[in-house]
T-cell receptor, first 114, second 116 residues
C-alpha cells in the first residue's frame, strides 16, 4: 500500500530538548516536504527536498533542520524546540513538484513544546 | 506571488442543507493546479480533487461539486444535502507549475460544522 508514515503521531516535549520527527515513503518519490499547520494559517511549508542530498527552505524554516540521505526518508529535526513550534506537522511526498502528480500526506504529528 | 484566500472561517449548517465553500486564488502563472483537501476531526488530510488551469469544466462527484472560474480566480466547492460526516476543515490549495520547489500554497481553511 502506498503510504507516507510519520512518527511519532503525538509528542510532548520540553523547551530545548532536541527531537526528530521521522517521515518515510514507500513510493520511490523524489519530492518530499514538511508543513506545519496552525489555526487560521492553513499549512505552511517548512522545508522541501527535490532528491537525495538536495534540500531547500520553504516559507517558515527557522528553528528546523532536515536531511535527505536516502530517497525514502526525510526527517524533521528540531535542535532546540520552543513553545512557538507547538503545531501539527505533516510530511508529504510526490513523484515530482509543481502539482503535476498526486501528493501523499502522512497522518500528521501533533507536537507540544512546554 | 501565489496566494489562496478562504474568506469563510467557520460555517454551520443543518443536515441536508446545501453549502458552498469559497476559494479565491492569486497566481501569475498560466499553468497551475488547484486542490481541495478535507481534514476530519481525526486530523489526516484527505484528497478530494485536483484541477489544472486549462480545464474549466465543473466537476461533480456524488454530493460534491466544484465550480472553477478563471475569470474570477475562484474554485468553489459545494456539498449538496450535507451530512454530519461532512463536518471537517476544508482546505483549498494552489500549486504553480513554474514554482518547482514549493509544492503547495494552502488557504487558511474553512471549518464546516453540520448539525443533526
Amino acid at each position: 500500500e502506498a503510504q507516507v508514515t510519520q512518527n511519532p503521531r503525538y509528542l510532548i516535549t520540553v523547551t530545548g530538548k532536541k527531537l526528530t520527527v521521522t517521515c518515510s515513503q514507500n513510493m520511490n518519490h523524489e519530492y518530499m516536504s514538511w508543513y506545519r499547520q496552525d489555526p487560521g494559517l492553513g499549512l505552511r511549508q517548512i522545508y522541501y527536498s527535490m532528491n537525495v542530498e538536495v534540500t531547500d527552505k520553504g516559507d517558515v524554516p527557522e528553528g528546523y533542520k532536515v536531511s535527505r540521505k536516502e530517497k525514502r526518508n526525510f526527517p524533521l529535526i528540531l535542535e532546540s524546540p520552543s513553545p512557538n513550534q507547538t503545531s501539527l506537522y505533516f510530511c508529504a511526498s510526490s513523484l515530482s513538484a509543481g502539482g503535476y502528480t498526486e501528493a501523499f500526506f502522512g497522518q500528521g504529528t501533533r507536537l507540544t513544546v512546554v | 506571488a501565489q496566494k489562496v484566500t478562504q474568506a469563510q472561517t467557520e460555517i454551520s449548517v443543518v443536515e441536508k442543507e446545501d453549502v458552498t465553500l469559497d476559494c479565491v486564488y492569486e497566481t501569475r502563472d498560466t499553468t497551475y493546479y488547484l486542490f481541495w483537501y478535507k481534514q476530519p476531526p481525526s486530523g489526516e488530510l484527505v484528497f478530494l480533487i485536483r484541477r489544472n488551469s486549462f480545464d474549466e469544466q465543473n466537476e461533480i462527484s456524488g454530493r460534491y461539486s466544484w465550480n472553477f472560474q478563471k475569470s474570477t480566480s475562484s474554485f468553489n466547492f459545494t456539498i449538496t444535502a450535507s451530512q454530519v460526516v461532512d463536518s471537517a476543515v476544508y482546505f483549498c490549495a494552489l500549486s504553480e507549475a513554474a514554482n518547482y520547489g514549493q509544492n503547495f500554497v494552502f488557504g487558511p481553511g474553512t471549518r464546516l460544522s453540520v448539525l443533526p
